[in-house]
């Protein structure tokens, strides 16, 4: 597509259910990233895949979490038994090269997650 | 210690009235200094990348300066479609995820 695609846009769950969000990158682009914004916080990293390399797993907050990415195309961000601090929106970019020198990264429109 | 400060927090200016954001950095090597525009309920669209001090970009009424601390984004005479968040983002030499500050709300009234 022309651009990086999240899914679902919103999500509603309860406190201690698991949640999967989507992310499909663009084409071609090798480097992909996760990260979460919190209400008037800036961007957190979470975690990157490039290529068939072992991902970065350094910014992922708790084991809840975990994230794959497969055939090197589609990402899905794992989040288990949530909890109300995880209610922020995730954001999915990716890159050509991994650490988006020069254009940088292409974001998707994020998932606005919500834990009630 | 926070690696990248925005400031101010928020920004309320007149249609017309120039006007600067500042964004200081602290990273043991630069290899780059990236811009951002983000608008509600959208993700970051990107604006400028910096590689050095003394450089600037440009773009439309946007204009990005980079010293060896700092960066500043000069919005010249803006309009009320120049409102929204400005997120600045380093990246580190040897490092592959950029590092942002939290953002300058800017709101531009008609």
């Known amino acids: 597509g022309a651009g990086v695609s999240q899914s679902p846009s919103n999500k509603v769950t309860e406190k201690g259910k698991d949640v999967e969000l989507r992310c499909d990158p663009i084409?071609?682009?090798?480097?992909l990233y996760w990260y979460r914004q919190s209400l008037g916080q800036g961007l957190e990293f979470l975690i990157y895949f490039q290529g068939n390399s072992a991902p970065d797993k350094s910014g992922l907050p708790s084991d809840r979490f975990s994230a794959e990415r497969t055939g090197g195309s589609v990402s899905t961000l794992t989040i288990q038994r949530t909890q109300q601090e995880d209610s922020a929106v995730y954001l999915c970019a990716s890159s050509l090269a991994l650490g988006g020198a020069g254009y940088g990264y292409t974001f998707g429109s994020g998932t606005r997650l919500t834990v009630v | 210690e926070d690696q990248v400060t925005q400031s101010p927090e928020a920004l309320r200016l007149q249609e017309g009235e120039s006007s600067s954001l500042n964004c200081s950095y602290t990273v043991s090597g630069l290899r780059g200094l990236f811009w951002y525009r983000q608008d509600p309920g959208k993700g970051p669209e990107f604006l400028f990348t910096?590689?050095?001090a003394g450089e600037e970009k440009e773009k439309e009424r946007l204009k990005a300066t980079l010293t060896k601390k700092e960066s500043f984004l000069h919005i010249t005479a803006p309009k009320p479609e120049d409102s929204a968040t400005y997120l600045c983002?380093?990246?580190?030499?040897?490092?592959?995820?950029?590092?942002f500050g939290a953002g300058t709300t800017v709101t531009v009234r008609a």
């Open positions: 983002a380093v990246l580190e030499e040897d490092d592959y995820k950029l590092s």
């Open positions: 084409s071609g682009h090798t480097a």
């Open positions: 910096l590689y050095s």
